[in-house]
C-alpha cells in the first residue's frame, strides 16, 4: 500500500539533514583535488597547478608511507579481533551470572569508560602508567625495574589496543547480550537432561545461538580496517613510539598542519577514503548475502 | 533457566563472581585513582606516592577550582554545546531517519541519497577546505560551529533508519486506511514507539558534543571559547618548550599542578557519570533493535 | 532528479566558498599614499586598525581585572603614542597552538594584517605569495636603533628574510648569550661529595654516578637523578631550524666531542656536510648511550611532561641549557623548596680543554604583513615604540602582552651587562652612567643588584645572595652573573652554513628529520642498537639528504 503523494513530504523532511550534509560535508569534498595539484594556499583550489599522480607517486616513495600503513593496519585489525573477543567472553560469563542485581551493577559499571573521552582518559593513563605511576609501583614490589610504558615502540601498540579494549567492552557486549536474550530457554533444559555440564551447554547452546551476531559484528567491523583511532593516537604518542605508533590519522594531521605539505596529507587521506569506502561496500554485500542483513 | 546445585557448579558460580567483579573494579580504578590523586597533596601527587587512598587529604584544588573562572566559562559553552547540539541532532536525525526508513518505491531514489550519506561518512576533503568552508560561512568563533562542523551524524541517523524498519508494518497499514498523512503518522505513530533509539542516538549526541575536544581547538579563535575537552585537552597535553620564551616557561612551570589537574578531570567526568546510568534501559534496547534485525 | 538537484546546489556551494577566499584582500588598493609624513615614531592622524593573531600564555596572570590581550596596559600605548588600534582576530596558545593556527591562516589565505612567523612559515608564505615586500618602508620607517641592531648581526639577520632581493619580514635579534649551552649543577651536591666541578665528560660521568649512588641530597633514598634529559617534545639537542634555546637537551655534551648534529658544517674536504651524520655525533651518541644504560641519565627522559620537575624538586643533579635556564628557569621554586640548593653554572669542555659550543642565528622570529594592507609601516612603528620605551614599562604586567612583539636585543646585550654588573659591584660604575640606547634594562640591572647580591661581591654561591629582596631582579641577575660568567672566557665558535631551508627541504625535510629524531632518540634509550647509525646515515643521503647537501653547497659559496 503506498501513497504516491507522500514522496515529495518525504523529500521535505530531507531537507534540513541534506543541506546540513551538503554544507558540512560535500561542500569541503572538493578539497580533494588538492591531492591531484601542487596546492598553493596563495592561489587557492581553483589556480594552484595541477601535477596529477605526482603526491602519489611521493608518497609511496616514502619509507614513512609503509610505516604508517603497517601500524595502521596492525592496531586497527587488533582493535577489532580484541573488540569481538572479549566482549563476546564477558557476555557469556556474565549470562552465567545468577545473581541478578548484581548482573546489572556490573552492566552499569563496565558501560562507564566508552563514555569518557581519549581527551580525559589519555590524561589518566599517562598518569597511571608513569614511570613514578601506580603500575610501576606494583611493578617494583616485585622487584621489576620501572617500565617506561609510554616510551616503548614495542609496547605502545599493545597500550593502544588495550585501553581501547577496556574503553569498549563493556558496551559492545550490549549486542552479545541481546543476541543471547533470544536463545530458547528450552534447549538449556534439554541439554541439561542429557546432562550436559555448565561449559558444555555454553559451548553447544549459547554460542550456536549467537553465532550469527558474531559473524554479523565481524562484518560489520571491516569497514574499520584503516582506523586505528585518531584522538587516542593522538593524545597518547609521542616521536618514541612513531616507529609503531604513528597511524594514517596522525601523519596526515602532522603532515598537512605542522608541516604544511598540504597536496601530501591530501593524498594520504584520500588513499584512506578509498580503502574504506571498498572495505564498507564489502561488508554492505557480505552482509547481505550472506546474513540477508542491510546495514542501512 | 535450570538450576544446577553441583559442588563443582557452585565452585564455578563463586569464581564467576570474583573475575566479573574483578573486571568491573578495573574499569572503575582508574577514575578512581583520579579521585584520589584530586584530593591528595600536590607534593605527595607529584613524587607518585598516591596510591587508591589520597595521601594528606585535603580539598585544597577543589577550592581552587571553584576560583577558576576559564574552567567554568568552558563547562558553559559545553553545557550550551550539548544542549543546541543534542536537539539539532534529534530533529534531523528523525527528519532524516524516517523517510529513509521506507523502500525505494515509496521514496524514490532512496538507496542513492543512502550511499550519499554513506559516502560522506568515509570521504572528506581534509581539514583546510573544511575549516575554509566554515570560515565562509562565517562561523568561526561561534558555538554554531561546534553544534554543526562536524555535519550530520550519520551512523545515528542509520540507527535509527533500521528500527523504523524493524517496527510492525501492520501498525502503519492501519492508520494509512484510516488516511494519516505523512507528518502525523511519523510524530504520532513512529516517534512514541521509537523511544528506546532516540534515547539511544540523543545519548551519543550527548557524549559526542561533551567529549569532542579537536573542533574547538581549530574552529574557536580563542582560549575563552574552548569547550571543557579543549581546554582539559590544552592542560594533559605536551607542551612544546622550544618555541617558548624564558618567561612564558617560566609561568608554564608555575601551573604546572597535578592535583588541580585531576580535580579537573574529574569534574569534567561528572556529567556524563550522571546522565548514562539513567538511560541505560533505553541505549541497551536501542541498539539492539537498531543493530540487530530478529 | 533531485540527486541531480543536490548536486548542482553542493556545487553552488563550493563556488560560494571559491570566490570567498579568492577576493581576500584583493579589493583593497596596494599602500594607499597617507597624508602623514614619514617619521618612526610619528602619530597616525587618523586611527588605523591593524588585525593580528596572537600567542596568549594562559598562564600569565599578571594582566589586571577588566584587562585582556587585546586591550591592556600596551595596547592602550600604542593607542596614545601611534594611534594604531590593535585586533586580535584570533588567539592561541603558547608554541603548538599557535603555530597550528598560524599554519591553518596560511593554509586557508586567510591571515591577519600581521603576524609573528617562524622560519618555515616565512618560506611558505613567501613561495605562496602572500606577503608584503617590506623593503622600502623598513628603509623609512625602522628607527635608527633598530637598524643598529639589526646591522650588528653582521648580515645574519637580513640574509634570513631577504627572497630575490626583496625584505619579507622584519626579523628580531636576541642577543648572542641565548646560542651557547651551558651546564648547570648542583655545587652543594658536589661539595658534600668531596667532588670538584668536572669540565669534561670523563669527569661528568663520575660526578653522575655519584650524585645517583652516594644519596647527595641524603634524606636516605635511592631517589636522586644524575643529569636531566628533555622533556616530552623537546630536542636532544638544538639544530639549525632551532639553534638557540634549547633547555634540558645535551648540547654540551655533543659539543665536547665535535659533534653538531642538526648543523651544515664544512667537511674535512672542505664541502659541506651535515653535523648528524659525521662519525663525531655517532661517538657522542655512543657515550650518551652508555650513561643512559647506566641509569645516570633521567630515565623518563623525552616522556617526561616537564623536565623542570625535577630540578624544582631536588632530585636532579645536572642539567644543560641557557645562561637564562637558572634564575628564569626552574631555580626559583629550586630555592623555594630548599634555600640551600646551590647551582652554578659552568662550560663543558672537550678532550683538549677547550669550550667548542654550536652557535645559532640572531633571528627566529619574523614579523610578516599580509599583501594588500594598507599601512604596512605601522608594524614596524609599533616596534619601534616598543624597543625605544621598553625600559620605561611597568613590568608587572608581562610584556608579552604588548602586540606583535618580537626581541630586539643587541648581539652583546649580556655580556655588557655582566662586565656593567661586576662594575657596579666593584663601585666603579654608576647606574646612572648606565643608559644605553638599545640596552633596555642595564639601568635597573644596575639600580637593583646590590639589593639580592651579598657581601662579598665576588662569590656566587646562593648563599650570598637574597633572592626574597626582589625575585623578579633576582631571577635576571642570578642567571647574568652565574650563567653569564662561563661565557666570559675565550672559546672556539662553530656556526651552521645556512640557517634557513632549502628548496628541497620545504617537501622532504619533515621526513628527514623525524627520521633523525628518532633514530638518536632511540640509540640513547637503547631501544635500537649504536649501529643503527649506519643505517640512518644511508637512508637520510637517499631520502635526499645528499640533493639538500647540493644545494647547500650552492648556498655556501662565498
Not at chain 1, 254 to 271: D, E, Y
Not at chain 3, 234 to 256: C, E, Q, R, T, V
Not at chain 3, 500 to 513: F, R, V
Amino acid at each position: 500500500m503506498i501513497n504516491k503523494g507522500f514522496a515529495k513530504h518525504y523529500y521535505l523532511m530531507l531537507l534540513p539533514g541534506m543541506i546540513w550534509l551538503t554544507l558540512f560535508s560535500i561542500v569541503p569534498m572538493f578539497g580533494i583535488v588538492m591531492a591531484f595539484q601542487d596546492y598553493n594556499p596563495g592561489l587557492g583550489i581553483l589556480h594552484s597547478e595541477w601535477v596529477g599522480l605526482e603526491n602519489f607517486k611521493y608518497m609511496f616513495s616514502l619509507n614513512d608511507s609503509v610505516t604508517i600503513l603497517v601500524n595502521t593496519l596492525v592496531i586497527a585489525v587488533l582493535k577489532i579481533v580484541g573488540n569481538l573477543v572479549f566482549p563476546l567472553v564477558f557476555a557469556l560469563l556474565l549470562n552465567e551470572l545468577r545473581l541478578r542485581y548484581l548482573k546489572r551493577w556490573i552492566q552499569t559499571i563496565v558501560y562507564l569508560p566508552h563514555f569518557l573521552s581519549w581527551v580525559i582518559l589519555s590524561g589518566i593513563l599517562l598518569d597511571i602508567f608513569g614511570y613514578t605511576g601506580p603500575v610501576n609501583q606494583i611493578l617494583s614490589v616485585f622487584h621489576i625495574k620501572p617500565v617506561l610504558f609510554f616510551g616503548r615502540a614495542d609496547l605502545f601498540p599493545a597500550l593502544i589496543v588495550g585501553s581501547d579494549v577496556w574503553k569498549e567492552f563493556g558496551f559492545n557486549t550490549i549486542i552479545y547480550l541481546a543476541a543471547l536474550t533470544g536463545i530458547n530457554p528450552a534447549l538449556y533444559e534439554a541439554a541439561a537432561i542429557d546432562g550436559a555440564t555448565r561449559f558444555r551447554r555454553m559451548l553447544h547452546v549459547t554460542l550456536p545461538g549467537i553465532v550469527s551476531a558474531i559473524v554479523l559484528l565481524s562484518v560489520l567491523s571491516l569497514g574499520n580496517v584503516l582506523n586505528a583511532g585518531f584522538e587516542q593516537i593522538f593524545n597518547l604518542y609521542n616521536p618514541l613510539v612513531y616507529s609503531s605508533g604513528d597511524i594514517i590519522d596522525t601523519w596526515v594531521y602532522r603532515t598537512g598542519l605542522v608541516n604544511l605539505q598540504f597536496s601530501l596529507a591530501t593524498a594520504m587521506g584520500l588513499l584512506k577514503s578509498v580503502v574504506s569506502f571498498l572495505m564498507i561496500t564489502i561488508s554492505y554485500y557480505l552482509a547481505y548475502r550472506f546474513a540477508n542483513y542491510r546495514i542501512f | 533457566m535450570v538450576k544446577d546445585n553441583t559442588a563443582g557448579s557452585r565452585l564455578f558460580d563463586i569464581a564467576l563472581i570474583v573475575i566479573l567483579v574483578g573486571i568491573a573494579i578495573l574499569c572503575i580504578l582508574p577514575i578512581w585513582y583520579t579521585l584520589a590523586v584530586s584530593l591528595s597533596n600536590n607534593a605527595a601527587a607529584s613524587s607518585g606516592r598516591v596510591g587508591l587512598w589520597p595521601v594528606g587529604f585535603n580539598l585544597g584544588s577543589y577550592q581552587e577550582l571553584m576560583g577558576d573562572r576559564k574552567f567554568f566559562n568552558s563547562f558553559w559553552i559545553s553545557v550550551q554545546r550539548v544542549i543546541l547540539g543534542a536537539g539539532l541532532n534529534f530533529v534531523v536525525i528523525l527528519l532524516m531517519a524516517y523517510p529513509l526508513s521506507k523502500n525505494a518505491k515509496e521514496l524514490p531514489y532512496r538507496n542513492v541519497l543512502m550511499w550519499i550519506l554513506v559516502f560522506t561518512m568515509l570521504f572528506n576533503g581534509g581539514l583546510i577546505p573544511w575549516y575554509m568552508t566554515v570560515k565562509s560561512l562565517g562561523l568561526i568563533n561561534n558555538i554554531w560551529a561546534l553544534v554543526l562542523g562536524n555535519s550530520v551524524p550519520v551512523f545515528s541517523v542509520i540507527l535509527v533508519i533500521n528500527f523504523f524498519r524493524n517496527l510492525p508494518k501492520e501498525l502503519e497499514e492501519a492508520a494509512l486506511v484510516d488516511g494519516t498523512g505523512p507528518w502525523r503518522m511519523m510524530i504520532q505513530i513512529f516517534v512514541p514507539l521509537a523511544g528506546p533509539v532516540i534515547a539511544t542516538v540523543t545519548l551519543f549526541s550527548i557524549v559526542y558534543h561533551w567529549n569532542e575536544f579537536f573542533n574547538g581547538l581549530v574552529l574557536m579563535s580563542a582560549a575563552d571559547h574552548y569547550p571543557l575537552q579543549t581546554y582539559i585537552q590544552q592542560m594533559v597535553v605536551v607542551i612544546d618548550a622550544n618555541t617558548m620564551t624564558a618567561e612564558q616557561i617560566q609561568r608554564m612551570s608555575e601551573l604546572s599542578n597535578r592535583t588541580l589537574n585531576a580535580a579537573k578531570i574529574f569534574i569534567a567526568m561528572i556529567p556524563v557519570l550522571v546522565i548514562y546510568p539513567f538511560l541505560q534501559r533505553f541505549f541497551i534496547t536501542g541498539i539492539t533493535l537498531g543493530s540487530v534485525k530478529e | 532528479m533531485r540527486a541531480k538537484s543536490m548536486m548542482s546546489l553542493a556545487i553552488a556551494g563550493l563556488m560560494l566558498v571559491l570566490s570567498a577566499c579568492g577576493s581576500g584582500g584583493a579589493s583593497e588598493k596596494e599602500a594607499d599614499v597617507s597624508k602623514d609624513p614619514v617619521d618612526p615614531f610619528g602619530k597616525y592622524s587618523e586611527t588605523v586598525t591593524i588585525n593580528i593573531g596572537k600567542e596568549v600564555d594562559s598562564a600569565d596572570k599578571s594582566l589586571p581585572p577588566g584587562d585582556s590581550p587585546e586591550n591592556n596596559v600596551y595596547t592602550r600605548y600604542v593607542k596614545d603614542n601611534l594611534n594604531i588600534d590593535t585586533k586580535i582576530i584570533w588567539q592561541a596558545g603558547v608554541g603548538k597552538d599557535y603555530q597550528q593556527k598560524v599554519n591553518l591562516a596560511i593554509a586557508s589565505n586567510d591571515l591577519p594584517d600581521a603576524l609573528v612567523v617562524t622560519d618555515t612559515q616565512l618560506r611558505q608564505m613567501v613561495k605562496s605569495n602572500q606577503l608584503a615586500d617590506l623593503s622600502e618602508v623598513y628603509e623609512q620607517y625602522a628607527s635608527p636603533v633598530l637598524k643598529k641592531i639589526i646591522d650588528s648581526t653582521e648580515g645574519l639577520a637580513m640574509k634570513s628574510v631577504t627572497f630575490d632581493g626583496k625584505m619579507y619580514a622584519l626579523p628580531n635579534v636576541t642577543a648572542e648569550s641565548d646560542m651557547q649551552h651551558i651546564m648547570w649543577i648542583r655545587k652543594d651536591w658536589l661539595d658534600k661529595l668531596g667532588l670538584e666541578v668536572p669540565r669534561n665528560v670523563e669527569e661528568l660521568e663520575k660526578v653522575a654516578k655519584a650524585f645517583v649512588e652516594q644519596d647527595p641530597d641524603g634524606n636516605g633514598k635511592n631517589d636522586t637523578i644524575g643529569i636531566s634529559g628533555p622533556q616530552s617534545g623537546g630536542l636532544l639537542n638544538a639544530d639549525f631550524i632551532n639553534p638557540n634555546n634549547n633547555n634540558y637537551g645535551f648540547d654540551p655534551i655533543f659539543g665536547a666531542y665535535h659533534a653538531y648534529p642538526g648543523f651544515w658544517l664544512k667537511g674535512a674536504d672542505g664541502n659541506p656536510t651535515y653535523g648528524s651524520i659525521e662519525p663525531e655525533t655517532k661517538e657522542a651518541l655512543a657515550k650518551l648511550r652508555d650513561l643512559y644504560a647506566k641509569g645516570l641519565i633521567d630515565p623518563e627522559m623525552s616522556i617526561r611532561k616537564d623536565a623542570q620537575e625535577l630540578i624544582k624538586n631536588g632530585t636532579s643533579g645536572i642539567y644543560f641549557g641557557l645562561w637564562w635556564a637558572g634564575g628564569y628557569g626552574p631555580l626559583a621554586d629550586a630555592i623555594k623548596n630548599n634555600p640551600k640548593a646551590n647551582w652554578q653554572a659552568y662550560t663543558l669542555l672537550d678532550k683538549n680543554g677547550e669550550f667548542t659550543p654550536h652557535m645559532g642565528t640572531p633571528s627566529n622570529q619574523y614579523l610578516v604583513v599580509r599583501k594588500g594592507y594598507k599601512h604596512p609601516e605601522a608594524a614596524i612603528k609599533m616596534e619601534n615604540l616598543l624597543l625605544r620605551d621598553e625600559s620605561k614599562f611597568d613590568v608587572s604586567v608581562g610584556i608579552g602582552n604588548y602586540p606583535l612583539r618580537i626581541v630586539f636585543a643587541p648581539m652583546d646585550e649580556m655580556y655588557v651587562t655582566y662586565n656593567a654588573m661586576k662594575e657596579v659591584l666593584a663601585g666603579t660604575k654608576k647606574p646612572e652612567e648606565l643608559d644605553l640606547p638599545g640596552y633596555k634594562l642595564l639601568k635597573a640591572d644596575a639600580e637593583n643588584i646590590k639589593k639580592v647580591k651579598l657581601e662579598p661581591y665576588d662569590k656566587m654561591d646562593i648563599q650570598y645572595w637574597d633572592p626574597n629582596a626582589d625575585l623578579g631582579a633576582w631571577k635576571r641577575l642570578y642567571s647574568t652573573l652565574v650563567g653569564i660568567a662561563p661565557l666570559m672566557e675565550p672559546y672556539k665558535k662553530t656556526y651552521s652554513l645556512t640557517y634557513s631551508q632549502t628548496k628541497t627541504m620545504e617537501s622532504k625535510w619533515a621526513t628527514l628529520d623525524k627520521m633523525e629524531k628518532e633514530t638518536f632518540l632511540k640509540i640513547i634509550m637503547g631501544a635500537a642498537p649504536l649501529d643503527s647509525f649506519d643505517q640512518f646515515v644511508k637512508d637520510w643521503r637517499k631520502q635526499g639528504g645528499d640533493d639538500i647537501l647540493k644545494e647547500v653547497a650552492e648556498i655556501a659559496q662565498p
